[in-house]
């Protein structure tokens, strides 16, 4: 990918479950002018861990602020970029749709076509639940919008790698730049004059 | 069971175990349970009361810069923390360990936009490492710990606490933690990759026109020994960035001044033709490079940060190193071959005589201009051993370019936010942190009246602080804009000024107005030898300007220069 290829990338971050932790993700995205498709945030296996998937188009460098600036967030614990991951990604949307007695049993074909369901009906909307990948999810929007979608809500997707978690919590905190390799503070720096008691949080470095 | 405390005294009571001896602030109703707690104290730690928060935070500011230390800056609710903010963004952009500790609302007020409060927590965020809203005396303790903890690890920079009401009176059973527990924050001494360090010496080997640029993280990790071994080992030439001006001695013959929008003509010729860039603990911004894609053009950049999310942000970098100056430079001393460079050097030097022959010092002429002012203090100074804190403006370019800063953190300025009115408050500040150090303030007649009233507080603190005023009568540098970009229409720019040695003489402080190039050396001497402080209003030449220029937006290669003296 060169640098000026604009590419769709799905980065999953895990967070300290802290007070404004959404506020100090999303204002980094503002100010540092980062354009934001999808994002969603929500408990993760870990205790006081949640765990956020955002959707951000970008270029391969463009991407690299976005997830090394959000890495510098004190309550950010660990960014993994999925984009190249074999992984299994979800959306999951409500979608209430305009029916009669003569739409009714071709809305429930696409339905039962898509694996949606339907989750509420009356005798003038139904409403459509689907839990698929964004483009299916799409997909079945449009052909639903021919007979009139009323309301329609999506969480934005979600995402996660198959097979063994390479990525979970537990995996994914020691993650430093790819190029350098972590040493616990000496206390020569100035600055670390007296943090010597601190390095319990020290990791060793290497990436999960 | 150990005795109860109050919020109040655990905020004392932590600073005295991060070693703080001096907080600058200024009371108000949400910050005085704590206030009234530093009374029961019997003063264990010096409070100096400041004029304006902004004052405070600037003080902070400059204590971190001259010692290395965290500064300490403390407000009260609304106004008083909102005020902080142009100190804190100060900080942020030029990575100063500092902790602010502001007063909140009680908790059962919040959000109830009672009297001044304000929801500094988000309002700081974006100039800010990390902050803190306080609701529950539980929490407070390890708050304060890790505030200090952030604020001076990995690249430093500042951290608020914001302390609701209720909590400075609440007590508890304290004990001062130990460790920290943040699992999102890994500030480790990063070692560069082995095979990095490879790559970095085979380019420096075989640069055939190889320059340095130093910044500031340099002196953050003490490395300024290896970086001169370095450069004297292999001869490369060495460029600093604003901040990193004393890093390198300006007086060492390897040494190219500094580049940018008004750095050296010939630094900047050495920039754009050098082949192999090695930065270290420079950010590389805007103001240094001109227009990123015509930066060093011909270079392949290699680039030294802790700070990984710099990698790349501005510049195409061949060779990023994500790892600590002081532990880069140990691992590429044994690998980097000597060298002569010859050609280069005298290149180099052919750019330097060519500036020197347009130096405005070596113009004939009766007028008095800041930088006949800036060479003369450096002389006066026992060429340059002093700190001097410069505000924003042309006078700030040319102190940088006249002043020869030969040690680390003896230039204290506001680089990355630019700051006007940064130099007195930060200079008391650094002279609380330095008591022995001689501190000048270098300022226009601008930018000092925007913090002036701080002069009550040079005189509260008995500082020997020496004060020169650049005064043209203009927002100067604003004017040199207009000059060249805006025809000369002056909107906004001419000032009307007070008589500064008034001024002075009102808070105390002899002072003295210098009309006449002969009279410089004999006054900044006067200056000198008065025990305290003592302000020197030098009225300079008006429409003096800051040369090169390098217009914002473009190459560094089309700088505007100063013309070369007419021959006869």
Known sequence: MTDTQTQQHTIIAWLEDKPSVLNRVTGLFSRRNFNIESLTVGHSEAKGISRMTFVASGTERDLQQVETQLDKLINVIHIANVTQEPTVIREMALIKVTTNSQ???????????????????????????????????????????????EEMVRTGQVAMVRGSSRHGHSHGVATVAANGHATPDNGQNANGANGHTENANGVNGARA | MSELKTGGQIIWESLIHEGVDVVFGLPGG???????????????????????????????????????????????????????????????????????ITGQVSKSLLGRDGFQEADIRA???????????????????????????????????????????????????????????????????????????????????????????????????????????????????????????????????????????????????????????????????????????????????????????EMGKNLIIDTPVVADALLTLRALLPQVESNEHPAWLGQINEWRTDTTERDILAQETDELVAPYVMRQLWHATNQGNCTVVSDVGQHQMWEAQYFYHTKPRSLLTSGGLGTMGYALPAAIGAQMGKPQEEMWVIAGDGGFQMTMPELSTVMQERLPIKIAIINNGYLGMVRQWQDVFYNKRYVGTPLFNPDFVKIAAAYGIPGRAVTSKEDVFDAIRQAQNIPGPYLLDFQVEEFTNVYPMVAPGKSNADMIRRGRPVEN
């Open chain 2, 123 to 309: 309002i700081s965020m974006p100039v800010t490492k990390h902050n803190y809203l306080i609701t529950d005396i539980r929490d407070l303790p390890d708050a304060l710990k890790e505030a200090f903890y952030i604020a001076r690890t990995g690249r430093p920079g500042p951290v608020l606490v914001d302390i609701c009401k209720c909590v400075q009176q609440a007590s508890m059973e304290f004990t001062y933690p130990t460790t920290v527990n943040l699992p999102g924050y890994r500030p480790n001494r990063l070692t560069p990759d082995p095979d990095v360090i490879d790559r970095v010496a085979q380019l420096l080997n075989e640069a055939q026109r190889p320059v340095i640029i130093a910044g500031q993280g340099v002196s953050m990790a003490g490395a300024e020994a290896e970086l001169r071994q370095m450069a004297e080992k292999a001869n490369i030439p060495v460029a600093t960035s604003l901040l990193g001006v004393g890093t390198f001695p300006a007086t060492h013959p390897l040494s190219i001044s500094w580049g940018g929008m008004h750095g050296e003509a010939y630094c900047n010729y050495a920039l754009q033709e050098c082949d192999v860039l090695f930065a270290i603990g420079a950010r590389l911004d805007d103001r240094l490079t001109g227009a990123f894609s015509t930066f060093a053009p011909k270079a392949r950049i290699i680039h030294v940060d802790l700070d990984p999310a």
């Open chain 2, 30 to 100: 949400a910050i005085l349970p704590t206030y009234d707690d530093l009374y029961k104290y019997n003063y264990p730690i010096h409070h100096v009361l400041v004029t304006h928060e902004q004052g405070a935070a600037h003080m902070a500011d400059g204590y971190a810069r001259a010692t290395g230390r965290v500064g300490v800056c403390i407000a009260t609710s609304g106004p008083g923390a909102t005020n902080l903010v142009t100190g804190l963004g100060t900080a942020y952009m030029d990575s100063t360990p500092l902790v602010a």
């Open chain 1, 103 to 149: 739409t009714r049993g071709e809305i429930m074909q696409l339905v039962s076509i898509y694996h949606a369901s339907v989750v509420d009906v009356d005798m003038t909307s139904l409403i459509i639940q689907i839990v698929a990948p964004e483009d299916r999810v799409d997909s079945l929007i449009q052909l639903l919008d021919q007979y009139g979608i």
